[in-house]
């Protein structure tokens, strides 16, 4: 297969509207849209623009495909789910496992676009694009691998099951990692036999259209892998609400996840919902101060806290709080805010123009309620200084006595903000960690393995680390309790998500007649 990259400028400078803009050129010369039938169809609605994070400027606009557009893409993947769920195993397994190698060599290009038009730190887009090649290879390994049971039953029957796929999968998925979700749920159901439609957030599509460009190119048939951009009022609702859809993933907010949920289930369609989060980091006295300080600044500042998994709550057992707290601040401090396309950058800016506004405006809510800044005061002067002045920026924000009453103690910010407060007890820990109606993930610092163990089980949250923070893999289950969502959307279980299971029943003998009328 081909591996030829998409022309990118070779000194992409700031990342601004220039950039952003050179990127898009380079990889989409007919301009943006939806990608059917592998090519890019342009839409025909209202206007969607789009701005550069890091400068504020806009870059480009596109037309939102459209109910129409959703139509057209639907209709192509019905064609597509008939194809590949009639093709081999074994050869949508290989098919698979080149997309991850096709993926794999365009790593640079991958990373670099989304860093341009997201404003994503290339740092971690990179080990993004990395991984999404990784996702592929993972689940084209179980591609050949969707095993049915025999089933003993009364009588003289052979009865077994299968593993048949939904036909149509719709993943909705956000503005914060595009790259990344749209491979993390799109390869479980390709390798399941579904056709997928990615609609990927109406800020960031770009990256997503690349992805499914370079998977049609590495042999995935037309139709297999679509994508809708556009509004979530206009796409989103029309993908989402279509009996042609078989199964419809979903992650975002609990108020958008909760219509998505309520609207596929007025057409018959079940969902898989991941739904953000407020996860407790918790610091024991017994803890390795410097390993948990490391650990409380990547679990919230990495990503610029734009991650359903941000551990946003600090709670720090009171007699290391203010040794603790301090050593977090230190190191928050530290921290390089600056061009997302310069490798030396750690923290970037907030994607969108709107999360901006809401991230700022709750931190003046915690600080209303009681909280003490301790960082996060001024931007650094290479920022104020610079073409990046204007862009969507906020320190590393830690807030000291957010306490149970503070608005920021239940709200997830979904920027580089973190709350903390004192405990005294192991219960009161647990009891502030569970006292949040999400349930999405959790940690504990201490070298006391019991209650490591403890606290691990008595914390409501689908993942949970121990000594550690923020690590997932594809070959793990992921997902949450409570507002977090419901189902998994990795590990080989996932397979279970997007297939259905088929009962056969064959006789070994001949039955006898069913009424004593049709006897002979």
Known sequence: MSTTTTAFPSDPGTSGAATARAALDAAFPQGLGSFVDGRVVT??????HLTAAATGEGFVDYADAGAEGADAV???AVRGAEVWAATDP???AAIL????????????ELALLESATTGKPVRDTRAEAAKVAEMFGYYAGWADKLLGHTIPVPGHWHTYTERVPWGVVVAVTPWNAPLFTGGWNSAAPLAAGNAVVVKPSEFTPAS?????????????PDGVFNVATGLGTTVGAALTADPRVGKVSFIGSVATGRRVAVAAAGAGIPTVLELGGKSANIVFA???LDRAADGAVSAVFSGAGQSCVAGSRLLVERSVHAEFIARVAERASRLRLGDPLDPATEVGPIITRPQFGTVTSLIEAGLAGGARRVTGTRLPDRLTGSALAGGHWVPPTLLDGVTPANPLETT????????????????EAVARANATDFGLAGAVWTQDVARAHHVARAVKAGTFWINAYKTIHVAVP???FGDSGHGRSSGPGVLDEYTQTKAVWTPTRAAGAPFPSLSY
Do not use: W
């Open 90 to 92: 074994f050869e949508r």
């Open 478 to 480: 992921f997902g949450g």
């Open 74 to 76: 639907l209709a192509s």
């Open 208 to 220: 997503t259209l690349r992805l499914a460009q370079l998977a049609h190119r590495a042999g995935l």
């Open 97 to 108: 496992r080149e997309v991850a190698r096709t993926i794999g060599a365009h790593t640079e």
């Open 286 to 288: 017994d803890a390795d």
């Open 43 to 48: 839409g025909g609605g209202e206007r969607v």
């Open 412 to 427: 997830e910010v979904f920027g580089p903000v973190v709350g903390a407060d004192a405990f005294d007890t192991e219960a």
